[in-house]
């Protein structure tokens, strides 16, 4: 199965992925960690464009292919992004479901976003007018939608294993 997380920048999603992909024993595909790995190979000021999501399509593919869960996290801004994500599940031949993670709550998601430390070196966050400015397409389909500004970590994870129908055991 491929869990496709999106989200704008603070909305919680990072943190929901990994806590889902430790609960679930699954591989976590974040495209943040890739571009700043590729910024770092060379001109840090250049622009990666969109290579960061590229090389995580396949690292997503290779790991769905040997049979592994795989939660993609990105902030998938864009229609063309998600159909990728998609694609990779159907050349894969595995189930995609799609997760929008919101913060329902402007000043808590504010907050959020102009506090939070970086957990990748040199990762520069965005600011929060970046973030409001930010173009971030209508899902067409509809995603399950979790909104992290009233409910905690595990919540969601719980809530999110029930709504995603997962049948494997969960590591111990």
């Known amino acids: 199965m491929l869990i496709i997380f999106g989200g704008l920048p603070g909305s919680g999603k990072t943190t929901v992925a990994r806590a889902l992909a430790g609960r679930l024993g699954g591989v976590h595909v974040r495209v943040d960690t890739i571009e700043q790995a590729i910024r770092a190979s060379g001109d840090p000021s250049r622009d990666v464009g969109p290579a960061g999501y590229v090389v995580a399509y396949g690292v997503a593919e290779d790991n769905l292919t040997l049979g592994r869960l795989v939660i993609a996290d990105s902030v998938n801004p864009l229609e063309i992004t998600r159909d990728a994500w998609l694609a990779v599940?159907?050349?894969?031949?595995?189930?995609?479901?799609?997760?929008?993670?919101?913060?329902?709550?402007?000043?808590?998601?504010?907050?959020?976003?102009?506090?939070?430390?970086?957990?990748v070196e040199g990762l520069v966050k965005p600011t929060w007018q970046e973030?409001?400015?930010?173009?971030?397409?209508?899902?067409?389909?509809?995603?399950?939608?979790?909104?992290?500004?009233?409910?905690?970590?595990?919540?969601?994870?719980?809530?999110?294993?029930?709504?995603?129908?997962?049948?494997?055991?969960?590591?111990?």
């Open 89 to 119: 599940a159907a050349r894969s031949k595995v189930r995609a479901v799609e997760v929008e993670v919101i913060c329902s709550d402007k000043i808590e998601h504010r907050r959020r976003v102009e506090t939070r430390k970086t957990d």
């Open 131 to 172: 973030v409001a400015d930010r173009v971030y397409d209508d899902w067409r389909q509809r995603p399950i939608i979790v909104d992290t500004a009233a409910r905690d970590v595990q919540e969601i994870v719980d809530t999110l294993i029930v709504e995603l129908r997962i049948d494997r055991p969960l590591p111990v």
